[in-house]
């Protein structure tokens, strides 16, 4: 990442770390600048979500743009606190995908914004219908694999897409050259290990007629996500 | 319709070996008043698995009556003396300690522990068989254990994780009730993982023993706005291999 091209707070976050950002934006607050580097249209999540006691102890929350004010109507959405999204779809899906895009990289900050970020993709496919950002969470899947943190919330939201998409995108995990990636990919989409080729033509000969069943983690060791029935009209 | 070494079964004279409103005896009828044919090598066998169907039952009503919490993997707890909080949000059997004291301590310290639906289905299943098995025996046959939902189940116990469609349900018989229309932000009641007790009663860790209705209209609450399908229970079950582990048990009792 090019620092130029980060937010004046991002850079203070990436350089010095969260304790750093913090500090100075406290000292931020004692004069003006707080409000406009916040709602910096190049700013992380990783960093709005960072500063969140902050914003409630200077009240800053009504100077806050719409991207920030709902973003934070979400996380206290996902964190369990009774709120509302009363805004149209179009911004709620806008800052979801913000949430999303530039929260992602920040992945394992700590469990609450692990949570946020699974709540943010269950709402964007399950609530709003958006696609675009599978990918995204693929490589959040696989990222946490690695590290062996918990994948099981993210898998699930990604499958409730319910495309066959959704196959073709972990399929490109069969490519990889890390073992824990190909077996991950192998257990999801319930193959033994094959090439990615052989996949793909799988998946091209079977396309018209893959059915999602819905299976989960919570119910089988072994979730079949599509079965092939012959007799779905194409 | 029970078959023992290619012969049917004297029912009544095996059902007498029961007390009357036992577990046994009403998974007796069930089997034998079915069109399909449950083929069982000895009655030794078939006695393993009433016995462990039984156990099954009671120790679901055990982990009901336990101060075992629900929570999700994220918050997941557990005793640091026996277990080792994965990650993940599993329970990994710590070095030197005994899988028998570690299962045994989930319901003696159970205010120490809290999972999910699934984990506690295996939990269950540990505890039967240590209810069943001598301690040396269970010792052996699970010198490690991680217990966090379906996910490396020991070889022993693989089957539990897989579910299938079958002609009867049985007590002891794990069920699953689906919740396809689940609130996005609240994945845990996506679904519920049962055992079923007999009776129409069913327990399932975090909602209780309830008729599949109760739970059904307890995991519908628990749905995304306008949802339009209610939650339902499948029409297949979890069961362990009852004739392995009876081999296991006859060659080691």
Not at chain 1, 220 to 230: C, H, K
Not at chain 2, 101 to 107: E, K, T
Request: net charge negative; proline share 3%.
């Amino acid at each position: 990442m090019v620092l130029k091209a980060i937010s004046y707070l991002d850079r203070i976050r990436f350089v010095n770390g969260s304790d750093a950002l913090k500090t100075a934006f406290r000292k931020l607050c004692e004069g003006e600048m707080a409000v406009g580097l916040i709602n910096d249209k190049r700013l992380l999540f990783a960093s709005l979500f960072t500063l969140l006691p902050e914003i409630e102890e200077f009240d800053l929350y009504k100077h806050l743009n719409s991207r920030n004010t709902i973003a934070i109507k979400i996380c206290k959405k996902i964190l369990k606190a009774d709120t509302l999204l009363t805004e149209s779809s179009e911004e709620i899906i806008s800052a979801l995908k913000w949430i999303m895009t530039t929260g992602a990289n920040d992945d394992g900050l700590n469990s609450e914004y692990d949570r946020i970020l699974d709540g943010t993709a269950a709402l964007l496919i399950i609530t709003y219908n958006d696609k675009t950002i599978l990918p995204i969470i693929a490589d959040m899947i696989f990222k946490r694999n690695r590290k062996g943190a918990f994948v099981h919330d993210l898998v699930w939201a990604f499958f409730k897409a319910n495309i066959p998409e959704t196959l073709r995108i972990i399929s490109g995990f069969l490519r990889s050259t890390n073992k824990d990636d190909i077996d991950l990919a192998c257990k999801l989409l319930n193959i033994e290990p094959m090439k990615y080729t052989a996949y793909l033509s799988w998946f091209k000969e079977n396309y018209p007629n893959l059915v999602f069943t819905g299976e989960s983690f919570n119910l089988t060791s072994n979730p079949q996500p599509v079965i092939v029935d012959l007799e779905v009209e194409i | 319709m029970i078959i023992i070494s290619n012969r049917p079964l004297d029912v009544d004279a095996f059902s007498s070996e029961f007390a009357e409103d036992s577990i046994e005896r009403a998974i007796i009828k069930i089997l034998s008043s079915s069109e399909k044919e449950y083929r069982y090598d000895s009655i030794e066998q078939l006695k393993f698995e009433l016995m462990l169907r039984r156990e099954i039952v009671n120790t679901a009503k055990d982990l009901y009556k336990s101060k075992v919490e629900f929570r999700v993997f994220r918050e997941a707890k557990c005793n640091p003396e026996y277990w080792e909080l994965t990650k993940q949000g599993g329970f990994l059997l710590k070095d030197n300690v005994k899988a028998s004291d570690a299962i045994r301590d989930i319901f003696v310290n159970s205010s120490k522990y809290g999972t999910e639906c699934a984990t506690a289905m295996v939990i269950v299943y540990y505890k039967a068989l240590l209810n069943i098995f001598p301690e040396d025996v269970f010792n052996v046959l699970f010198p490690k254990i991680l217990l966090m939902n379906w996910h490396n189940i020991d070889k022993n116990l693989r089957e539990v994780g897989v579910t299938n469609e079958v002609e009867d349900f049985l007590p002891g018989d794990r069920r699953y009730f689906a919740n396809p229309d689940v609130d996005p932000l609240s994945p845990e009641w996506q679904g519920e993982n049962t055992i079923d007790l007999g009776n129409g009663l069913y327990f399932g860790h975090g909602i209780g023993i309830y008729s599949a209705d109760a739970i059904i209209a307890e995991l519908n609450k628990n749905r995304k706005e306008n949802a339009d399908e209610s939650a339902y229970l499948l029409n297949s079950v979890g069961r362990p291999n009852f004739k392995k582990l009876a081999d296991i048990y006859y060659r080691n009792s």
